[in-house]
Structure formats: C-alpha cells, structure tokens
C-alpha cells in the first residue's frame, strides 16, 4: 500500500485582481441595491403615523386614566443600524471583503431575529389585553340590556290589563 502524502503546499483564495470579475462586480450592485431597498422598506413601514422600524416609540394605553399602559420601544433597521453599508470600489473581488460583509449580514438577521422575538411579544401582550376588554365590555353591555330592555310582548299584555279595569272604572265614575 503506498500513502499519499502533501507537503508544505497551501492554498487561498484570491488575494487581489488586477482585472475585475465581472460576476463579483455585479453582485456587489445587487448588494447595494438590496441595501438601499431595505432603506426604502424601513422607511415606508409606518402605521397610524408611526415608525416603529425608525426608531419611534408606540405608547399603548390599556384604561381610561392612562395608569396601565405598554411602551413598545422602535429600533434603527434601515441599512445603517443593521451595521450594513454599501460596498465600493473593488469590495466584492477579494474573497475576504466578502467574507466581511457576510459575517456583518449573519451579525444583522441575528440582530432582526431578536427584534422580531420582542416585537412578538409585546403583541401578544397588547392581544391578551384587547381581548379582556372585549370581554368585559360584552358582559357589561349584556348586563345593561338586562337591566333596560323590557320585554315588548309582556309590558303589551301589562297594558292590555289595565285597559279594562280603566274602562269599568270610567262607567262607574269610580
């Protein structure tokens, strides 16, 4: 049996170009344009007139006097404050820029992960809340139409009962 044996020889990746490869170039505008996209979606994710992906705070108030209330904190998520910025020059030819860029994109989805679990949770605190209001405001409108509504049918025959005894009296001139 004969063993082969590899001495001394290692191998890296490109260190340096000196003409650009044309598939990195592009991949690298596509990297930027999906930046400026998440700049643009961050941007336009508002509702109500709040922002909670630019860093705007949303204030949940639970009662009437504003003594039980949720403050749902906002974040920076545009391309910014998820620690990303656009690549220039000759950023995506050398396989350790890319290697940055991707441990920078794994440090942002880890970072989105966790705000989409805090997000989650505040909206499952918000939903549990609604749902006791509604509750509550059910059984107190149930309870009010106890006490108000009259039952037509019985208040007519009520009525109808007095009709005659009205009338005897009336002939009587009682």
Do not use: H, M, W
């Amino acid at each position: 049996l004969g063993l082969a044996t590899i001495t001394g020889n290692t191998y890296q990746g490109t260190a340096s170009v000196s003409t650009p490869n044309s598939t990195r170039t592009s991949l690298q505008a596509d990297y930027n344009n999906i930046l400026t996209q998440i700049g643009a979606l961050a941007g336009d994710a508002s509702y109500n007139g709040v922002n909670l992906l630019d860093a705007e705070d949303l204030k949940v108030i639970f009662n009437e006097t504003g003594t039980s209330s949720l403050t749902i904190n906002g974040v920076t998520f545009d391309a910014a404050g998820l620690g990303l910025g656009a690549i220039s020059g000759a950023g995506f030819q050398s396989d350790g820029d890319i290697d940055t860029v991707i441990v920078k994109l794994d440090t942002a989805l880890s970072s989105l992960r966790t705000q989409a679990s805090k997000f989650g949770s505040n909206l499952t605190t918000v939903q549990t809340r609604q749902d006791f209001t509604k509750n509550l405001i059910d059984t107190l409108q149930t309870g009010a139409d106890n006490l108000v509504l009259a039952d037509t049918n019985e208040e007519g025959a009520n009525l109808l009962a007095l009709q005659p005894g009205e009338e005897i009296a009336q002939v009587l001139d009682i």
